[in-house]
Each structure stands twice: as C-alpha cells, then as structure tokens.
C-alpha cells in the first residue's frame, strides 16, 4: 500500500500556529488507529537549529540520535508519542549540502545541476525515504506522513520545496496527498475579515498547490456566514472550511477539529477506508482518544493552581523554553493541578540589580518568595549566573522544592560549594575559565573550536548508584516501569520499556535512559568533598565519572540532574522529573510515591500510552 501524505503549508503571517495544527491532526488520525510519522521542512540556510539563538527561534530539540531540531519536532513527539530522527528535519542548508555534494561526486553525470529537477527531486526522494522509517513501538511502515512546511507561502526561500511538494503530489498519486493551509482571520472592529485568506488561498494556488482544506486561525470562533464567504470565494465546500480559534489550552485543539468533522473528510479524501488497521492499534487508538479527552476537561476544572517560578536567560520569548512549560503542563494535567509560570529573569535577583533597578530586584525576590517550586533550565553563557545561584540557594535553605536541568543542575553543585562545602571561588569553566576551584569543567572530549553538533548529544544511559535507595526520583522511574501501556511491564530482568524515558534495563539498581545536551560536567575531583558533606551524586554515567543526577535527602525535593528529561515528556505521560518536582510543589508527592494513588483526575498514576 502506498503512503499518503498530508500536507500543512501557512499563510498571511508566520507564527500561525501549523505546527499545533498538524500535531492535531496525527492525533486524530492516530485515534482510528492508524500509524503516523511527520516531516518539518525549514527553509534556512543553516543545517540544523543547534546553533540558532533561543531568542529568535525559540528552543532547540533535541532528538535521540542527538539530532538538534525545530522546536516543532518536539510537537510531533509529544502528541504522536513517537520517535522521530535528525532526517526528519529538513533544512535548505540540508538539502543544498546533499546535492552539492553529489555533484561534487560526479553523481550528475556532467549536467548542470539546477533547482528544477535536481533539487526539488531530492527533496522528494528526502521526503519518500522517510516517511518509510517506522516511529512508534509497533517497528511497522507508517500509514500517513504529516508534512508541515515552515514559514510562509510565498517567501523567496521555500520557493523550491513548493515546487517539489506540487511535483510529490503527483508522484503519490490520487487520493494519497491531502493538503491542509492555515491561514489567518482577523476580527477588526468586531468584523470577521476574509481577504487575507482569500488571498493566502490564491498566493497557494498560483505556486502550484490546491489546498484540501483551509484551517482558519482566528481569534474567535468563526460564524457561519464566514465560513460560507471563505468557501465560496476559495472554491471549496464549507465543510473544507475549518475555524481553529482562540482555547484555553493547545490540547483542545485535537477536539475542536474533530467536532467539526474532520475525520469523516480526511477519510473520504484519503481513502483511509482502504488502510488494513490492527484491531489492537484500533483499540489502543481509541482508548487513547478518551483518556486525552479526560485529561484534557479535567484540566479545566482544576480545583488549585500552582505557582512555578522558572529562573532563566531567555524568559523574554517563552518558546527558548517550550518543552520545559510543556512537561510542566504534562505533570500538571496528571496531578489535576493548574498551573501557573512565572517567567523570572535571573539577572534581576543579582546584587547589582538591587542599585540600578530597585523595584525589579524588589518584584523578583517577591515572586521567589511566593513560588511552590524553582525551576532553573538549561543555557549558555556567564549572564544571569549569580541570580540562579542565589535561587538554587534560597530553595535549598527554605525547603522549597527545586529542579535544576543541565546548567540548573550545575548551578546548584556551585551554590552548595560555596555555601556549605566553604569553597568560596567555586566556578563553572564555561563562565570563568581561570578560576581555582572549577568545579564544573569543560567535557574533555568535547570539540573547544568547532560549535555545531559537537556537544555530548542524544540518548544516554544513567546508572543509579547504590547509595540511591532514599531517592524519591528513583522511586518514580521504578514505578513507571511497573506498567507498561496499561499492563505489568516484561518480567524478564533484562528486558527493555516500550516508552522513552523509562526504565532502560531493569535492574537493581536501575538504569535509565535520557536525551542529552550539554559541553560541561562536574568536576569529578570535587564529589568527595560534596557527598562529604551531604550532596549525593545518585545517578552517573556508565563509565562512574560523570555525574548525572544529584538530590538532597533532607528535602521536599531538591533534584539536578545533567539530561533534558523535558525532550521525552509526554502528554499522557509525563516526565519523572517534572512530575515529581510538580507533585512536590502541590503537596502531594507522597501520595504519587505510596503507589496506585488516584491524583484529581481521576485517572491512577502509572497509566501511559502507548500510540
């Protein structure tokens, strides 16, 4: 059976939202069972986002092959539960790389190389090659590709890969390519307005493409009578018109689309019909489908919120964060918690801020002070250093529950050296690489001249330590191993989980399995003197030397670790980390540990999915 593909191309402004839409999408898809894997075209120059600014792409994802991605892979995963690789991802930079580097083999046969074929037929065989990769635990062909193309119709850049898409669609073949354009409907002077969709609809057609469907984002739900004008002067039927407005959170979307009908139209136009589904996939699809739809209402109806204050460099655009806020979410929906971020930038708990900008030292300690939990994330660079120290500091000192990822980690190995272990110059490398006492050093294998993909990336093994038994982290990962999909997890002891970020072999003590991003480690020659004096490095790598996890005993929660759990959190199926760090922040982390606890959901901790 030939794959199909279905398309998400945007228009009028960026920023619209595909990338939610075409993860809404798969998960509709993915409810009648089918198997789906997605493809993000960006049309940059660079080869991937690694080296990009979080400030004006938003964050980098980080994948297990150690693929540095959009952000919106990071989507796919999430709401797809499935594992994509670095192919997956295609850049201009990427492709260009690819045929210039044929020529330069002689592969072209002394042609001219040109856009039109060479490049755009590259692209297509890209695109072909992937969409064959299996994704999910079944290690079967996907059924459908979710393509989304970055940017918008019309922009010089993505020119070519317009080209290559119309020429695919011919290459699948009828009823294997559906194309869906989302486009932007403004409310000026309580007027829904259409012109700049119809004219995102002819940009499209005149490129060579004829959308399916037209998702409209609009502030408001769209009245009737707009989506009739939108039909009427875009040549399709209104039931082609789909509005996708304004919710109180991006998992409502799924929802708001299949009430409208979408999947009785993706199945007439695909003929998915004609697709063989697995009873099992079918019913895992739709049990899946219900228990994000419970998740989903009862977050809404949350009787309590809880107060995160995330310490970081780049609170200004809260995307340099987004899987972060996204795990934050997933623990939340689980514990039946609403939750509440404060975006606080660490450069205002610094002393100097207190002299050139009182009143933003003064709002910064207050928010501190008022959290249920610290969080400092990862990120590069000596500026905000000092604010997260004093954060890591004031959690540890009041029992506030804290979670310190990669650089938060590090943070708190040089608080406690300072604070407790009277090694007062203690320092990172990467922020003063003359200091005496570096306890965090520079990764010895790790490239000092060459930036791009050179750090310590992708999926890594921890190994908790003996002394680790009092770990309330490690009780967590043991107990998601218990279930797997809703059923007793293999009983062999040397048997690998179905889900990423579990469990990797079971053993005693455990091991796990993690993302990786990062060119610094603590200083080995230190974690003497901190176990010393009460800091337990609890999980390390497989050789012993490099430190991955630390918690405190005496403490509601106080857990680094050196991964990014946030790349493997799931919807239904929250990270460890985050979970416990949430639940430690709502007051009910004990109930989550005693095993089989019902959270306020009404669902029992340990269900995962497993679509």
Not at 19 to 44: C, H, N, Q
Not at 135 to 150: F, K
Not at 250 to 257: A, D, E, F, R
Not at 305 to 318: A, E, N
Request: charged share 25%; hydrophobic share 35%.
């Amino acid at each position: 059976m030939a794959t199909k593909y279905l398309l998400v191309s945007g228009g009028v402004i960026s920023g619209i939202g595909k990338g939610i839409i075409a993860s809404s999408l798969g998960v509709l898809l993915k409810s009648i069972g089918l198997k789906v894997t997605s493809i993000k075209i960006d049309p940059y120059m660079n080869i991937d986002a690694g080296l990009m600014n979080p400030l004006e792409h938003g964050e980098c994802f980080v994948l297990d092959d150690g693929g540095e991605v959009d952000l919106d892979l990071g989507n796919y995963e999430r709401y797809l539960n499935i594992t994509l690789t670095r192919e997956n991802n295609i850049t201009t930079g990427k492709i260009y790389q690819q045929v210039i580097q044929r020529e330069r083999n002689g592969d072209y046969l002394g042609k001219t190389v040109q856009i039109v074929p060479h490049v755009t037929d590259a692209l297509q065989d890209w695109i072909q090659k992937v969409a064959q990769v299996p994704v999910d635990s079944t290690r079967e062909r996907p059924d459908i590709c979710i393509i989304e193309l970055g940017g918008t119709v019309g922009d010089i850049e993505s020119g070519p890969f317009i080209e290559a898409l119309r020429s695919l669609r011919r290459r699948a073949g009828a009823n294997n390519f559906l194309h869906c354009h989302v486009s932007l409907v403004p409310v000026i002077n309580e007027e829904q307005k259409t012109k700049p969709t119809q004219a995102a609809i002819k940009d499209v057609r005149h490129a060579g493409l004829s959308p399916d469907i037209i998702a409209c984002r609009c502030s408001q739900t769209l009245l009737k009578s707009t989506t009739d004008k939108i039909a009427m002067y875009c040549q399709v039927e209104p039931e082609q018109v789909i509005g996708v407005h304004d919710v109180p959170s991006t998992y409502h979307v799924p929802l708001l689309l299949e009430r409208q009908g979408l999947i009785p139209l993706l199945r007439d136009v695909l003929r998915l019909d004609t697709l063989t589904i697995a009873p099992s996939q079918l019913k895992l699809g739709e049990d899946t489908w219900e228990t994000w739809k419970t998740l989903t209402v009862a977050q809404d109806r949350a009787p309590e919120t809880v107060k995160i204050c995330l310490v970081g460099k780049y609170v200004s655009l809260h995307d340099s964060y987004l899987s972060v806020r996204k795990s934050l979410e997933h623990a939340s929906m689980r514990c039946g918690r609403k939750l509440e971020i404060i975006w606080l930038d660490s450069t205002d708990l610094e002393v100097e801020t207190e002299t050139t900008s009182a009143t933003s030292y003064r709002k910064a300690w207050d928010q501190i002070h008022t959290a249920s939990g610290i969080l400092v994330p990862g990120g590069f660079g000596r500026r905000g250093i000092e604010g997260m120290i004093r954060a890591a500091k004031w959690a540890r000192e009041n029992k506030v529950p804290y979670l310190g990822i990669c650089l938060g980690m590090q943070i708190a190995v040089i608080e406690f050296c300072r604070t407790i272990c009277g090694i007062k110059d203690a320092q990172s490398e990467e922020m003063v690489p003359s200091a005496k006492d570096k306890v965090i050093i520079h990764m010895p294998e790790v490239s000092k001249v060459t930036k791009g993909a050179s750090m310590r990336l992708g999926l890594r093994n921890t190994m908790f330590q003996e002394n680790s038994s009092f770990s309330k982290l490690r009780g967590l990962y043991e107990s998601q191993a218990v279930r797997i999909n809703g059923a007793p997890a293999a009983s062999d002891p040397s048997s690998t989980a179905t889900a990423d970020g579990e469990i990797a072999t079971r053993s005693n003590p455990p091991v796990i399995s993690e993302r990786h991003r990062h060119r610094y480690e603590v200083n080995p020659e230190y974690v003497q003197i901190m176990a010393q004096h009460g800091l337990e490095f609890i999980g390390k790598d497989e050789s012993g030397e490099r430190m991955e996890i630390l918690e405190l005993k005496d403490h509601p929660w106080f857990v680094g670790v050196q991964y990014h759990p946030e790349y493997l959190s799931r919807v239904l199926r929250p990270s460890m980390p985050y979970l416990g760090f949430f639940a430690a922040a709502a007051g009910f982390l004990d109930d989550i540990l005693g095993g089989g606890a019902k959270t306020a959901t009404g669902l029992s901790y340990g269900m995962v999915d497993g679509v």
